[in-house]
């Protein structure tokens, strides 16, 4: 509940969407274009995500593992595009290691998502606050456990934490 004072802040959260056409035990389709079976209810899960967003009317917040692999097959990654691009949503990507090019992070496969004219999609960084009445949301993508223990040690000296 809020206040009237308070502004509402509403959002659909997908974790470890673990998107990808070459999963494990998948069947490709026919006449899907190549499409699998478990890619194709990957999609439809996304769907069902965006319809809820704009029911709501408010972003779709990926928090982590955008993609399975950050090495993308050209069906994932242009399915996966076209379905982001078609819904008239904005979606915020957190990225997690799976999107990560290397195991101390840095360099995420979702960042090309919002320079190739995607302008409803934007990839999360720790420098993105959300601040509402009441409230801070500070993300932090995947980073090494030094890296991670160092922005942790930042938000801390940043913010008091409520209740501690």
């Known amino acids: 509940m809020h206040s009237k004072d308070q502004e509402a802040f509403r959002a659909v959260l997908l974790a470890d969407y673990h998107l990808s056409n070459r999963l494990p035990h998948a069947r490709t389709l026919p006449g899907e274009g190549g499409i699998t079976d ?73 960042e090309a998502l919002g320079i190739m004219g995607c302008d409803k999609v934007r990839t999360l960084s720790m420098d993105d606050v959300m601040a509402r009445s009441g409230w801070e949301l500070h993300f932090l993508p995947f980073a090494s456990i030094a890296e991670n223990r160092q922005q942790l040690s930042i938000l801390r000296e940043h913010r008091p934490i409520r209740g501690a």
């Open 38 to 110: 478990r890619f194709k209810d990957q999609l439809e899960v996304g769907r069902r995500a965006v319809e809820e967003a704009k029911r709501i009317n408010g972003p779709i917040i990926v928090v982590g593992d955008f993609y399975d692999k950050a090495q993308l097959d050209p069906i994932t990654l242009t399915e996966s595009i076209r379905m982001m691009v078609d819904s008239g949503v904005e979606w915020w990507i957190l990225p997690g290691n799976h999107d990560s090019a290397s195991l101390s992070g840095g360099r995420f496969n979702v």
